[in-house]
């Protein structure tokens, strides 16, 4: 019998709605200091160049290149199991000075290096929720 284990669903807060309201329209959003411009990553309500609470929420072309990476052999959460081996990365993204972990599909986990060009795509896992990944930019690694 197969089991179908649920994906455990994000929970997102006033600091996050930003983010996540854009992965649900499949744009990528950057937190921003709207007083001085700092890019605020993780998402936090202060600014900590200027201590500015004043923030807006700007898109991201969701292009980068694979800072870091590692591949995950063993998984502690049932839902990704079936997915096993699979890869985790930094992304840099092109336009904003930020590293956003990412999630790689559509390529082996032995082709993945670092400097590769991805760019961003959605999941949607419910009607309300929808997830980012990466994949290869141009249709390769």
Known sequence: MDVQVPVSLPVWDTDTLGFWEGAHNHQLMVKRCADCGYVIFPFTPLCRRCSSFNQ???????????????????????????????????????????????????????????GARVEVRFEDLTPEVSLPYWIPAGGNI
């Open 56 to 114: 807006d929420w700007v898109q991201s072309s969701g292009r980068g290149l694979i800072y870091t990476w590692t591949t995950v052999y063993l998984s502690t959460r049932p839902e990704f199991v079936k997915d096993i081996p699979y890869s985790l990365a930094a992304v840099e993204l092109e336009d904003f000075p930020v590293r956003i972990p990412a999630r790689l599909k559509g390529v082996e986990p032995g082709a993945v290096h670092i």
